[in-house]
């Protein structure tokens, strides 16, 4: 469903910027209106690399009125193939100045806010102050825990994609959406605890071309935000699988209060994805509730029941499974499983997940559970495991 609008609308655009937008005024749901919305709009990106390049390029040739780039870094000739904003002539300079030109030369009536520094815990509601939405496109979950954390303290969405490889998520985070609309926060798709030692572009690769989808979505989901219209990404995660072609979705809620005070209590997705999109905060019933807190057992009641039968399916990513996994164990990864919980059932034997640390695996189970497969949780996660490993 839309949501209301974000910023009131300037009172008039002037005939060169209504010219230069007629494109976006002639679609029915944006029109004028939405257009003088998006001129009244503040946006503030948080990292001018792969996702933030096409995003700023993309909202100031929409034609949002301020863009606030943060980033401390230079331009290096590795970013050159996926970060579209830089030039090799940038090569050496702050990031920040290509957002500046970029902007300009698409939309002079944009105006760009450039701060050349590092986001952190200590400075981000300053930094973030005075915009409507937030942007993630840093590329360090402890940044990435910062933004979050800075955009539930002051109220605003934040749009937020990650990718690495071939592989992308997107979604919507807020804590305070309007009345009668669940808000979602980043803690309940990536609890802190279980994220894990998560490796760099450096380290495994990205897509160039994957970046510009992903920032391309992100300015969308802004752009529907700030106007009010369409239906936003919030309560449901965009997985994009550029390999195969793939896209899906996959609904998340919060937390429920219960499931909070519960150990190690998730969230987890339906058992398959609506076409339409789940209504956010709908899915509370009691039976939810109950998948939502899956049984846990240890590392040799895992080990006794695998050797009776039960299938230890690991929901960790491929560059986690490849430092070891348990032997015989079924790798799926946790998106994957979410979008599809019933291809993971094996008859009528019971699942054991296993995940780093324990999170990803109770959502992963609550799901299974949802899908009637009896599922239960690796208590402390592979981190736990004290027997052999072996590579993936």
């Known amino acids: 469903m839309s949501l209301p609008p974000l910023v009131e609308p300037v009172a008039a655009l002037s005939p060169t910027e209504a010219a230069r937008t007629a494109r976006h005024r002639a679609l029915a749901g944006l029109g004028d209106l939405?257009?003088?919305?998006?001129?009244?709009?503040?946006?503030?990106?948080?990292g001018a690399g792969g996702l933030g390049s096409p995003v700023v390029l993309a909202l100031a040739a929409a034609g949002v009125g301020t863009l606030t780039v943060i980033d401390d870094d230079d331009v290096d000739h590795s970013n050159l193939h996926r970060q579209v904003m830089h030039r090799h002539a940038d090569i050496g300079a702050p990031k920040v100045d290509s957002a500046t030109r970029g902007a300009a030369d698409l939309s002079p009536t944009t105006?760009?806010?450039?701060?050349?520094?590092?986001?952190?815990p200590g400075n981000a509601d300053r930094l973030l102050a005075g915009a409507h939405l937030v942007i993630d496109g840093t590329d360090t979950f402890p940044t990435r825990s910062a933004v979050a954390a800075a955009c539930e303290r002051l109220g605003v969405p934040l749009v937020w994609g990650v990718l690495q490889e071939f592989h992308a998520q997107v979604t919507v985070f807020w804590s305070a959406p309007p009345p009668g609309v669940a808000g979602v926060r980043l803690a309940d798709l990536h609890p802190p605890d279980d994220v894990g030692d998560v490796p760099t572009c450096a380290q495994v690769g990205v897509?160039?071309?994957?970046?510009?989808?992903?920032?391309?979505i992100m300015a969308i989901e802004a752009v529907k935000l700030l106007a009010?219209?369409?239906?936003?990404?919030?309560?449901?995660?965009?997985?994009?699988?550029?390999?195969?072609?793939r896209q899906t979705e996959v609904p998340l809620r919060a937390v429920t209060a219960a499931a909070a005070a519960a150990p190690a209590a998730a969230v987890a997705a339906p058992a398959a994805p609506r076409a339409s999109g789940p209504t956010p905060g709908a899915d509370k019933t009691t039976a939810a509730a109950a998948a939502a807190t899956p049984p846990q057992v240890t590392a040799a009641q895992a080990r006794a029941a695998q050797d009776a039968g039960a299938t230890l399916l690991d929901v960790r990513e491929p560059h986690e499974t490849a430092a070891g996994i348990i032997p015989g164990s079924v790798l799926i990864p946790l998106a994957d499983l979410l979008v599809a919980p019933t291809g993971a059932a094996t008859g009528a034997r019971p699942v054991i997940v296993v995940c780093a640390a324990g999170g990803r695996a109770q959502r992963a189970a609550a799901a299974l559970r949802q899908a009637g497969v009896d599922a239960s949780v690796l208590a402390g996660g592979i981190a736990a495991w004290p027997y052999e490993t072996t590579p993936a």
């Open 34 to 46: 939405g257009q003088r919305r998006l001129a009244a709009a503040h946006v503030a990106v948080v």
């Open 111 to 120: 105006t760009v806010r450039t701060v050349r520094e590092r986001l952190t």
């Open 207 to 216: 897509l160039g071309a994957l970046c510009l989808q992903v920032g391309g």
């Open 228 to 245: 009010g219209i369409g239906e936003p990404l919030l309560g449901r995660v965009l997985v994009i699988d550029a390999l195969r072609g």
